[in-house]
């Protein structure tokens, strides 16, 4: 049997932070939890499964005692703001509806959105629902993420792949890929592609680099645990 982990979960606490920076008491922390699962999903199903599709890779929360602040990471600002600020004035009312705290909407522009695996998962995803040759649109975008930076990229599907009875596994990867070592910088995602004929499971791993080599100039994952883990890592 393999022994895998999330490349994200075997980082936490060393070379990356947490999505959600609280604390909270044993009597309070299971009701933030779920609260920060339905923030997720609200702001996940708001932005990017119905217009105007912002292209958003990650939500992280941070809370005080007296507000929560929602950190929105997409390739397309614009569309979040919306028109003289509406869009995020009118996801901002919603979010205080939602959780009953005041709520403070903070949006980080993603440079590169080529190399970003939520975004290169979720593109793969759309274009398999529209039918498209699956072997070429991950050869594609493969090709993309490595001219715009990626050291390594991978990108693996399972299911009915083109209608077939059979379910399968198809994968394509370019560069290198070094899963077990904790200073490499491995973006991973997991989309679903929901066709007609059942759900197709998109992975995609992304290597930008040795953790210190640079430092991403979008990245909101700047901590004191993470500053001390990287300065640690260069000695």
Not at 68 to 74: C, E, F, K, S, W
Not at 81 to 94: A, C, F, H
Not at 174 to 182: D, E, K, M, Q, Y
Not at 192 to 221: A, C, L, P
Request: charged share 30%.
């Amino acid at each position: 049997m393999g022994q895998k982990t999330h490349p994200f979960g075997f980082r936490v606490g060393i070379t990356e932070t947490h999505k959600s920076r609280w604390f909270a008491p044993k009597a309070l922390f299971g009701e933030l939890l779920v609260e920060d699962y339905r923030i997720r999903k609200f702001v996940d199903k708001r932005l990017n499964r119905t217009p105007p599709f912002a292209a958003v890779s990650d939500i992280f929360l941070e809370r005080t005692r007296e507000e929560l602040t929602v950190i929105i990471r997409t390739a397309r600002p614009g569309q979040v703001v919306g028109q003289k600020g509406s869009e995020v004035e009118s996801l901002t009312r919603d979010l205080q509806a939602l959780t009953g705290r005041k709520v403070v909407i903070k949006i980080i522009e993603i440079k590169n959105p080529e190399i970003d695996a939520t975004l290169i998962a979720e593109t793969v995803s759309e274009q398999m629902k529209k039918r498209s040759n699956f072997r070429r649109a991950l050869k594609q975008r493969c090709e993309s993420a490595m001219q715009n930076g990626a050291k390594g990229i991978r990108i693996q599907v399972a299911g009915r792949l083109g209608g077939a009875e059979m379910s399968r596994r198809f994968d394509t990867r370019l560069g290198s890929i070094p899963l077990s070592t904790l200073q490499a910088n491995v973006d991973y995602a997991l989309a679903e592609s929901r066709t007609t004929y059942g759900i197709i499971g998109v992975k995609v791993w992304v290597y930008k680099g040795m953790f210190g080599d640079h430092e991403d100039d979008n990245s909101v994952q700047t901590s004191a645990a993470g500053g001390r883990a990287r300065a640690r890592g260069r000695r």
